[in-house]
C-alpha cells in the first residue's frame, strides 16, 4: 500500500492506493495551526482497521515552510555575507538583519582578499546581543571556493555554539550568489521549525507502529527522506503545485509534453509536462520576489476559477475575481464561470435552472440574452487560458541560450494533450482541449491527483560538478564536497561526466534515491580550453547530472 | 524607470581556431562574473535572446564575395542578430538603453567582405544601424568606437555619409593593427568632417581617454544631435590586454560609459579574457543600468599605478582643439566641394586581410550631388593566397539619396549586367531606398536578389 497526503490550503488531502488501484480517500479542512495533527487525523482514517505493516510508502506534501515564509513568522534571521568586488554591498541587503564581511574571491576560485577573523567577532557580539540564533553564511564565488564559508562557519560554531547556522555551499552551491544567499537565509529561519514537525511525525508514526519510509514532498516534484529533510527544509516549498503535477503525471504516464490545468474555485494553476516531466522554473523558487536556488515547477497561476462571479459589463462579460460562494447551480448566490458552461454545454449538474435564472440576472448589464451571455463567459474562460498557455511555450522556447547551435536550433513546443484537475477541469478542460485541437483528459481520480502525486513520486537529486584541470581540482554543489583530479593533463568530458556521476550515486543513496541511480541522466555538460599566450594550461568543465522527477518503479498506473 | 537590455551571446561553441584570441574560453569568465552577481536578475537589467540576422540585414550594409553564405558562419549570423535584437529594445522604447555582449565582432569588417580581417567578417554595429534606420526612420546616428584598435570598417562603410558621425579613439596606427585612423582621415568630402579619429600614444591612461571624451567626444556629440548613440565597445583598452599596450581600467570604462551614456552598446574586442572582460563587462553594465562602480574593481588594481604623463595629455588637448575645429569647419569645407562643380570623387586603396590573408585593391568613385547623399561605386580586386583572384563591381545606394541619382545608379548597374560584367567576376546593386539587394554571377549570366 502506498500512502500520500497533500496539505493544500484550503484542505489537506489522502490517499491510500494498492495495486494502481484506490481503495480510500480522505479531504479536511487544513488547520495552520495544527497541521501536523491534521496530517496524522488523516493518515488514521486512512489507515483505521489496516495493517500498518502492509504500508510501503508514506509521502507528505506539506505548507508548513510555505505558510511560515508567506505569513512572515519565521524567526528573526542573520544573514552574514562576503560578497566580496562587484555590485555595491546594497544590492545583497536581502534580509533585515544582513552583515557584510570583507573578503574576496574571484571566479577561479582564487582568494583576492582575506577575510578578518575580528570582523566576525564583531558581527557574532552584535547578532548575540540582538538575540539573533538562526544565521546563513555566503560568500560571492563560493562555487569555486568553499573554504572561505566554512572557515567562517567554524568561526561562528566556535564562537556562539547554541545559534544554528547555515551555509550556502552546503545547500545548493550552484552559480548565483544572490540566490545562494537568499536560500541559504531561508534554510536558516525554517529550519527549527521543521525540526519541530520532524520530531512531532516521527514520534506519532512510531506510536503506531508505522515503520514504511516516510517521504517528503519538494518543490521540484520529487522526495526526500523525512529524516534527509532536515538540512534544507526549505526545498518542501511550494510542494503543492508539485504534488499536482505529479499527479498528472502519474495519471498519464506518457512521454508527452502536456499541460496541466489546476482549476480551482478562484484560481487556474498552470504547469507544463516536457516529455512527461514537469518543467522547472529556470530562476528557480521566487520567496518573497527573490529568486533562490530551489528548483520549482514552472508554474503560471491566472485569478480565474469555476467558483469566479461573473457580471455584465457594456456590450460583454466580466469575469471577477472574486468569489461569492458555491457556483449558482450548487446553491450559490451568483453567477459563476461554472454555471455558464454548464448552461452552455446544457449540462445536467447540479440546478440548472437555478444556473439560468442568476446568469440571466448578471446579463442584464452587458445587452446579451443569457445564452449569449454564457457563451460570451465560455470563451473569455477559453482564450484567457490559452493565451496564457501560449505565453509559457514561448518561454519555454526562449529560454537563454548560450550556444550557436542553440540558437540555429531553437526548439518549438509541440502540444500533445491538455490534463485538467481541480474542481472545474471537468466542465472546462474539454471544450479548451477542443478549441486547442489536442485530446484532453480529465480522469475519474483527478479529484485527488494532488494526494496521489505526492503517493507515487519519486526521489530526485540534481548534482553539478566544477573541474578546473589546472587547479587539479572539482567542486560538488552540496554538502561542501570537493576533490583532487588525479590525473589533470588527461581528464577529459567523459571523466568529468562520470565523477558527477560517481558523487550522484554516493549522495542519492545516503539521500535514499539510491534505486534511481540507473536512470540519471546528464543535463549539461561544457568544457573550455583555457588559453594562456598559445599554449592550453587546462581545462575547465561544468556538468549537472539529475535523477529527475518521475513515478515511483512500484507504481504501475491505474488500473481502471 | 525604464530597465537596461542585456544581451549575452557567448558563443560558447565557436572558434576561429582552437589557441586563437576570439576563442570558447573569451566571454567564460565574464559569464561567471555577471551570472555569479546575479546581474541578469536585477529589475535594473532585463535579458534577451539572440535570432538570426537575415541575408537582407547583412546585404544591406555588406557586398559579400562571392556570396553570404561562403563569408559568414551561423555564428557570425547570431552575433548581428544580437545586436539586431538589442536594437530593437531600445527603439521600440522596451529598455532605455541596451548592451549586446556579443561574438564574433565586426568593426574591422568593410563594405565589400572578401574574407575575415581583424577578426572580423561582417559589421554588427553598421547592420543594426541600417536595419534601425530602415525600421524606425532614425537618420543622425553617433557611433564612437571605444576599441584598442581603429575601426576602420564602420569607418569605411560611413566615411561617405554626413548623417553618420563616426568617432575612434585607439592605440597609434604606427604601433597596432590595423595601421589606419590617423587625424587626417575625415571623410570623403561629401561628409568631411563626420569622421574623427584620435590615435592615442601606447600607454595612455584612465585620465587621458577621459580627457579625450570630455574635451572632444562630448562637445561633438553635444553639437550632432545624434538621435541615437551607439558604442562600439572593445575593451582591449585595458591594462591587462594582451594585443595592444594601453592602460586603461574597468574603473575608467565605468566613467566613460557613464558620461557617454551610449543608447547602445555593442562588444568589439577585448582579449585578456581572465583579466579584463569579467571587470570590464561588468563595469559597462553598472554604468549603462546607473548602478554605482566603486566597489568594482580588479584584484590587483592599484589607482596609483598609472600616472598620466604630462607630455601626452598636452597633446591629446592639442588633437581635440584640431579635431573640434575640423569637425566645426565641416559645413564649408562640404560647401567648396559642391561648388566645385566636379561630378564625381574617386579614391583607392590597398585592404589587408591578416586573419584569412588576402589582399584586397579598391576603387571608390562618389556621385557628388548638390542635393543628396549619392551613391558610391566600389570595384574590388581580391587576390587570395595560392592565386585565386576575385573582381567584384558593387553600386551603394544610400537611404538619403536623391531619386534623381538613385536613377542614374541603377541605370549604370543594368548597363553593366548587359555588358555581360564589364570584365567582373560578380555586380552587386545595393538600394537601400528601395530595400532591395541583388548580386549577378557574371559567367553564368545568372541575378539573385537577396531575401
Known sequence: MLLGIDVGGTSTDGVLMHDGALVMSVKKPSSREKLAGTILEVLDELLEGRDPGALRRLVISTTLVTNLLATRSGPRTALILVPGRGLPFDYFRLAPDTYFLKGSIDFRGQVTEEISPFEIEKAVAHIRAAGIRHLAVAAKFSIRNQAVEQEIVRTLRRLYPEARVVSGSETANRMNFPRRAATAYYSAMTGEAWEEFVREIREALRRRGIKAPVEILKADGGTMPLEVSRQNPVETVFSGPAASAMGAVALTRRRENAVVLDIGGTTTDIALLIEGEPLHASKGARIHGRFTHIQALALRSLALGGDSVVKGAAGGVEITAERAGPAACFGGPAATVSDAFVVHLNLDLGDRARAEEKLAAAAAGSGLEPRAFAAAVVDQTLERLSRLMQEMFREWENEPAYKVWEIVHRRSFRLDRLVGIGGAAELVVPLLAEKMKVPGLVHRLAPVANALGAAVARPTLTVQLYADTQQGRYLIDREGIEGPIENPASFQLEEAKKTALDWLARLASAKGAGEYVGQARVNMAEQFNMIRGYSRVGKIFRVEVQIAPGIIDAFKGVSD | ?451
Open chain 2, 1 to 451: 524607470m525604464k530597465p537596461t537590455g542585456i544581451l549575452f551571446f557567448p558563443a560558447f561553441d565557436w572558434a576561429i581556431s582552437p589557441t586563437h584570441p576570439e576563442r570558447e574560453e573569451r566571454l567564460l569568465y565574464t559569464r561567471d562574473q555577471i551570472f555569479e552577481e546575479g546581474v541578469m536578475d536585477l529589475p535594473q537589467i532585463r535579458e534577451y535572446q539572440p535570432r538570426l540576422a537575415t541575408p537582407r540585414d547583412i546585404a544591406r550594409v555588406h557586398f559579400c564575395v562571392p556570396s553570404i553564405e561562403a563569408v559568414t558562419t551561423e555564428a557570425h549570423l547570431v552575433s548581428a542578430g544580437g545586436a539586431l535584437v538589442i536594437g530593437d529594445a531600445v527603439a521600440s522604447g522596451e529598455v532605455k538603453n541596451g548592451f549586446a555582449i556579443i561574438r564574433p565582432p565586426g568593426h574591422h569588417a568593410m563594405s565589400v567582405v572578401h574574407g575575415n580581417r581583424g577578426f572580423c567578417n561582417i559589421n554588427n554595429e553598421a547592420i543594426m544601424i541600417e536595419y534601425l534606420r530602415r525600421r524606425y526612420g532614425y537618420r543622425r546616428i553617433a557611433i564612437v568606437d571605444t576599441d584598442v584598435h581603429h575601426g576602420d570598417g564602420t569607418q569605411e562603410i560611413y566615411y561617405h555619409d554626413p548623417d553618420v558621425l563616426f568617432i575612434s579613439f585607439h592605440q597609434d596606427g604606427r604601433t597596432l593593427y590595423p595601421g589606419s585612423g590617423f587625424v587626417e582621415e575625415l571623410g570623403a568630402p561629401p561628409a568631411v568632417g563626420t569622421t574623427i579619429n584620435i590615435p592615442l600614444a601606447p600607454y595612455t591612461t584612465d585620465q587621458g581617454i577621459l580627457l579625450v571624451l570630455e574635451e572632444l567626444i562630448l562637445p561633438l556629440l553635444e553639437e550632432f544631435k545624434p538621435e541615437l548613440v551607439v558604442n562600439s565597445a572593445g575593451q582591449d583598452n585595458h591594462y591587462t590586454d594582451p594585443l595592444a599596450s594601453m592602460r586603461f581600467t574597468a574603473t575608467g570604462y565605468a566613467q566613460l560609459n557613464r558620461k557617454l551614456a551610449p543608447h547602445i552598446a555593442v562588444l568589439e574586442g577585448g582579449y585578456s579574457v581572465e583579466t579584463a572582460l569579467p571587470y570590464v563587462n561588468l563595469a559597462l553594465i553598472l554604468a549603462m543600468a546607473g548602478i554605482e562602480h566603486d566597489n568594482l574593481r580588479e584584484p590587483d588594481y592599484d589607482p596609483a599605478a598609472f600616472k598620466e604623463d604630462p607630455g601626452n595629455l598636452a597633446r591629446l588637448k592639442r588633437m581635440a582643439a584640431l579635431q573640434r575645429e575640423n569637425f566645426r569647419r565641416r559645413e564649408e569645407e562640404r560647401e567648396a566641394v559642391r561648388k566645385s562643380g566636379q561630378d564625381f570623387y574617386t579614391a583607392t586603396r590597398r585592404i589587408y586581410y591578416d586573419t584569412d590573408n588576402i589582399h584586397e585593391f579598391q576603387q571608390v568613385r562618389q556621385r557628388l550631388c548638390p542635393r543628396c547623399c549619392s551613391y558610391r561605386v566600389i570595384a574590388s580586386a581580391a587576390a587570395h593566397a595560392y592565386g585565386r583572384q576575385t573582381r567584384v563591381l558593387c553600386f551603394s545606394i544610400p537611404l538619403a539619396c536623391c531619386s534623381a541619382c538613385r536613377d542614374e545608379a541603377r541605370e549604370a548597374y543594368i548597363r553593366s549586367r548587359e555588358e555581360g560584367g564589364a570584365g567582373f567576376d560578380y555586380l552587386y546593386l545595393q538600394d537601400r531606398p528601395a530595400d532591395e539587394y541583388r548580386r549577378f554571377h557574371c559567367q553564368r549570366e545568372q541575378e539573385v536578389t537577396i531575401v
